[in-house]
């Protein structure tokens, strides 16, 4: 079984960056698609950005565009979130996840299909 620990949250002024990692401990983490999800208070959790297995194929929610950027390191094990031009309306627990199969792309795991691994999440916090 995999073990995802998340990692780099914290408070940060409107404008600022932050990189969030995510490592994993356990199967073979290079096999498998990994995105990021966050959860604002109140709110459901939603997909921000996914990666596949390679590294060369990835997808993006449209208020991520442009100021998120996702990209892994399978030798470290670990992928990470770059987030430049933070937005208050950023402010939320994230989380990586990865999905229960190796077939499941990047496509599959932002709409939620085959999940099953979660992290414990980071908390990110934009201040205006």
């Known amino acids: 079984q995999v073990q995802l620990v998340e990692s780099g949250g914290g408070l940060v002024q409107a404008g600022g960056s932050l990189r969030l990692s995510c490592a994993a401990y356990?199967?073979?983490?290079?096999?498998?698609?990994i995105a990021w999800f966050r959860q604002a208070p109140g709110t459901e959790r939603d997909a921000v950005a996914a990666i596949n297995r390679s590294g060369d194929t990835t997808v993006y929610v449209d208020s991520a565009k442009g100021r998120f950027t996702i990209s892994r390191d399978n030798a470290k094990n670990t992928v990470y979130l770059q987030m430049n031009n933070l937005k208050p309306e950023d402010t939320a627990v994230y989380y990586c996840t990865a999905p229960s199969t190796v077939v499941a792309g990047p496509e599959d795991v932002m709409r939620n299909r085959y999940l099953e691994v979660w992290g414990q999440g980071t908390l990110v916090t934009v201040s205006s």
């Open positions: 356990g199967r073979t983490f290079s096999s498998f698609t």
